[in-house]
């Protein structure tokens, strides 16, 4: 396993860290996974014998049971592990049990604490961008938790790059504590994080976090031209997080193929060539994988130390190149005035 440093941290993190939206599956969750505590325990004991030392949750997994089966999975391996939650989505039917503001947030990450059984987070993510909430508000609430010694580092979630962008400036202009991390959706299947939000990242110092770096097991090999989807597939149980209104579905045979390729020479599979490309690309700190069975989790474990020749990186580029939107496309046009870091 590799590590890599999380920007303006001292933090060293595994390149895959082990999400458990899969733990519980209760609460709209049903159809992500039904990861009990027997299962989770052997699945963290897997993942820490790989090399992994995050683990992600969020309070909204399973209504707080992702973070009550993850405490009592690594109970008495505390101090070998990170430990990354999320807060800001609807816990309740209570009109004040959502979104990014100061009562909110406190609560949520006290609770997940509780949850958790530990006295600290070494990360905790905004879930999301509230718009009914001042951003001074939110990043003072964060800055708060840390400097109540509640959590370690703050970072945020799905954010658009204005939105990362004046949540930093007010942290600058406040001297209060910065987003370190992006929890964002990338993968072959989707590059929009290349537009906007990985050049950000690149000049304001920040790590991505992937969530679904397989596309919601889309990138896993499973999912062929002209072969029906798996029945057994999270797509046909409403538990994935990218849903199939966003996916263009001979782009992604076009990538499978290319990954087909590139699998039979290197002999690894072809999730491993797709979280490999991932983990190839600039700002990427680690790709977060997660698991309904323990076999799931065995069969990516090994990605964590592949690695793809400039050639092969290439060809993955060229099957998944998307158009780019407006300005992006237009700014490409003159790459001497390098108004992009990255293409």
């Not at 070998?80 to 909110?104: I, Y």
């Not at 508000?137 to 959590?151: F, H, N």
């Not at 989707?190 to 991505?208: C, F, V």
Request: aromatic letters at 10%; glycine letters at 6%.
């Amino acid at each position: 396993m590799r590590y890599r440093n999380l920007p303006n941290t001292d933090l060293n993190v595994s390149v895959l860290s082990l999400g458990t939206a899969t733990f519980g599956g209760s609460y709209g969750f049903e159809g992500w996974g039904h990861v009990d505590v027997v299962e989770a325990t052997r699945m963290v004991n897997m993942a820490l014998d790989a090399g992994i030392n995050l683990f992600d949750t969020a309070d909204v997994y399973s209504q707080g049971w992702s973070e009550r089966i993850l405490a009592q999975a690594i109970e008495g391996k505390r101090h070998q592990l990170l430990l990354a939650s999320k807060g800001g989505f609807r816990m309740s039917t209570h009109p004040k049990d959502v979104g990014a503001s100061r009562e909110h947030l406190i609560k949520a990450c006290e609770d997940s604490l509780r949850r958790l059984n530990t006295d600290y987070l070494d990360l905790y993510y905004v879930h999301g961008w509230d718009g009914n909430v001042a951003a001074e508000e939110t990043v003072r609430a964060m800055d708060e938790l840390v400097q109540s010694g509640k959590v370690r580092y703050v970072a945020c979630s799905n954010y658009s790059g204005w939105q990362v962008m004046k949540s930093l400036a007010i942290a600058d202009h406040e001297h209060l504590n910065r987003y370190v991390a992006h929890q964002v959706y990338y993968s072959l299947l989707n590059r929009d994080y290349e537009w906007e939000l990985m050049p950000l990242a690149q000049d304001q110092h920040l790590g991505a976090m992937i969530w679904s770096p397989l596309a919601a097991g889309r990138l896993a090999g499973r999912y062929r031209r002209g072969v029906p989807v798996p029945d057994d597939a999270r797509v046909k149980h409403n538990g994935v997080p990218v849903r199939d209104n966003v996916v263009n579905y001979e782009a992604l045979y076009r990538i499978v193929d290319c990954l087909d390729e590139i699998a039979a020479e290197t002999g690894h599979s072809v999730a491993d060539v797709s979280l490999a490309w991932l983990l190839s690309r600039p700002t990427v700190t680690s790709a977060i994988i997660g698991a309904r069975t323990e076999q799931h989790l065995r069969d990516n474990l090994s990605a964590g130390d592949v690695e793809l020749t400039a050639e092969q990186i290439a060809r993955l580029d060229e099957a998944s190149r998307q158009p780019k939107a407006y300005p992006y496309w237009h700014q490409a046009l003159k790459p001497e005035m390098k108004s992009q870091i990255f293409y």
